[in-house]
């Protein structure tokens, strides 16, 4: 059977990588990156594109590979000894060994019989134009006579554009030997008529790197003429790919470790626990405090044995912590075990029971839930031993993390503690020297200025006293005026109490005597009714006897 330990990783594989090796490594990277042989920009260019390019966002070419000043190394400088553009197109020339030109100082490796398969995917993959660095420009979008991103425009179709068919045309006229050549110099197509138009690269493997490391000026023109010029190669017979591209790259370990179940809680097997056999054919081994007091060391939280019709089968097992610490409590003595040579491999192969002087010799492994199987063969209900299958990363990785993390905040907080208590110690000594002094220094104006505060005091307290007295006086001042104004007042109140009895009185006998006349009129009234009534009533009689006679 297979060491179960083995796929574990080292203790030390599931800790933080400390920050001074990260750092490490990107330096490195800057480093490795600074050193790649790549097609080196005019100094003009550069002076030219922030003028251009002065509208730019700060961050439009910041962020390669990781690296915000990554691309300026990359870019390629010419020297002073440039050669012009005969009749403003891109041709190439064949001058050999000229040291007016540094791209491609280094021998170019021969790449004609390295053929690239007969597959799209593979350009549109290697050159993709969706970089999230690259800024288009108005260049991209006005200069040129057709969109880069219609699919359906064909090779030769592009390769006839106003900007690249001068270039294609001179190199169908070269043969591969003579296009992959460092002897030969090109101007970039895509830089016509701006910056970088007069910059020579040495071979297509240095223009072929600028192209696909502009970034501002062009920078969509620039990955078309890429793959133009990838396809070109390919469909000649060859595969152009820049020399620095693979700089850098690395394919490294799985950022974690494979996940992969264990026994929970701990446990580790230990063989060989049976000790004799009696009569009746059973036998017997150790005990359970017998086997925690022999691996005491180990914190050790339980022990049990496997019986069967024979008895003690001879296998027993440790139960330790469910906690990551008892996990690699566990592991511990299973690497003791394996030091020792009394591992499971031991066991299963050349297991040696008994050691010189006749002594048992005991075996130990982290237990797998097949041991525990074969443990519990025999057992029945509630006698078994009980445990689960849980996830490494869960269970201990996780929580090796966590108690990490917390010794690392613990250690900081320990030395933060540490320099607040020296620094509070050395204030509380400054505090008392200055204390000290203080006092020995103002004692003396103390004094002095306890008998001024007194002689003063004296003073405001006789002053006070007489401002008492003269506040006093003028409340009294106050109450006085306020009572003669009181009596004042109570008078009117009175006055007006008499005229308003008098008037009442006044109303009472202007009441009855028109009360009196309203009488009087209404009898008059009535006696003048009465006699109206009487004189009719006559009339009406006299009038009444005339008409009956």
Known sequence: MADAIDPFPDLGSVYK?????????????????????????????SKNRVAANSWLHKDSTSNVWGHPNLIQKLKMQTTSNIRPIVDGTCLSSSRHGSASTQQGAGTCPDQAGFTLPNSSENRVDEYDNNDPDVVYDNDDLDDYDFNFDEDEKSHEARKKSKWFNAFFEHLEKLTVEEIISPAQQWHCPACQGGPGAIDWYRGVQP????????????????????????????????????????????????????DHEIVWPPMVII???????????????MGNQELLNYFSSYAATKARHSYGPQGHRGMSVLIFESSAAGYLEAVVLHKHFKEQGRDRDAWDHSRVPFCPGGKRQLYGYIAIKE????????????????FELRSYQEMVESQIKKINDNSQQLTRLKKKVAQEQQHSQVLAESLGRLSE???????????????RAILQQEQNKEELIAKEQYFKERI??????????EDNFEKLQRAAREFNAEREKLMKSRQDRRLTITLRYWEDLVKLEEGFEKELTLLMEKYTSRKLH
């Not at 490391?213 to 595969?239: I, N, P, Q, Y």
């Not at 063989?271 to 081994?285: A, I, L, V």
């Not at 041991?371 to 009980?386: A, M």
């Not at 006092?439 to 002095?448: A, D, G, S, V």
């Open 17 to 45: 990588v400390s920050g001074h090796r990260q750092v490490n490594r990107d330096v490195a990277d800057i480093k490795l990156a600074s050193s790649v042989d790549g097609d080196k920009e005019n100094t003009r260019e």
């Open 207 to 258: 223009l072929m790197t600028h192209s696909m490391t502009k970034m501002t000026r062009r920078a969509k023109m620039h990955r078309v003429f890429t793959e133009l010029l990838v396809e070109e190669m390919r469909r000649r017979g060859t595969f152009i790919k820049p020399a620095n591209d693979a700089v850098g790259k690395w394919e490294g370990l799985n950022v974690r470790v494979a």
């Open 271 to 285: 063989m060989n626990t049976k000790y004799e056999q009696d009569e009746t054919g059973k036998w017997s081994g």
């Open 371 to 386: 041991d525990l199987d074969v443990f519990n063969r025999h057992s029945q209900g509630n006698s078994k031993l009980k």
């Open 437 to 451: 002094k203080l006092h020995q220094t103002i004692e003396p104006k103390n004094r002095i200025v306890r008998q």
């Open 476 to 485: 009294n001042t106050i109450y006085q005026s306020i009572d003669s104004k």
